[in-house]
């Protein structure tokens, strides 16, 4: 089981920055893959980002695409989402989450995921808010 605590969020200007931490707890962290989804005020959640087990592999909304980067330390149990250019579209609740490796040929591997449903667990949230 893992848990996973959101921080960094917070107002910031539109052209600004912010630098999104999950910290996790648990086991086997580093055998997760890490998404990064948001929930704009109204809206569905959303995948932002998402990172495999080794850091080796990522994967990018189109609208993130190039402003936002993903990173992970699993010494530190930590994946950072460093957020630039921020516009006021970007603004939502900002959740990381863990989906489980799966087991194939006697090999855990990650299956990279954008839908929700597929991840097995979920930090609070963090509010960002970019003011135009």
């Known amino acids: 089981q893992v848990q996973l605590v959101e921080s960094g969020g917070g107002l910031v200007q539109a052209g600004g920055s912010l630098r999104l931490s999950c910290a996790a707890s648990g086991r086997n962290f580093n055998t997760y893959y890490i998404g990064w989804f948001r929930q704009p005020p109204g809206k569905e959640r959303e995948f932002v980002a998402g990172?495999?087990?080794?850091?080796?592999?990522?994967d990018y909304a189109n609208s993130v695409k190039v402003r936002f980067t993903i990173s992970r330390d699993n010494a530190k149990k930590m994946v950072v989402l460093q957020m630039n250019s921020l516009r006021p579209e970007d603004t939502a609740v900002y959740y990381c989450a863990a989906e489980a490796p799966y087991l194939g040929g006697g090999y855990l591997y990650n299956e990279p995921s954008r839908g929700p449903s597929n991840y097995d667990y979920w930090g609070q949230g963090t509010q960002v808010t970019v003011s135009s």
């Open positions: 990172i495999n087990w080794s850091g080796g592999t990522t």
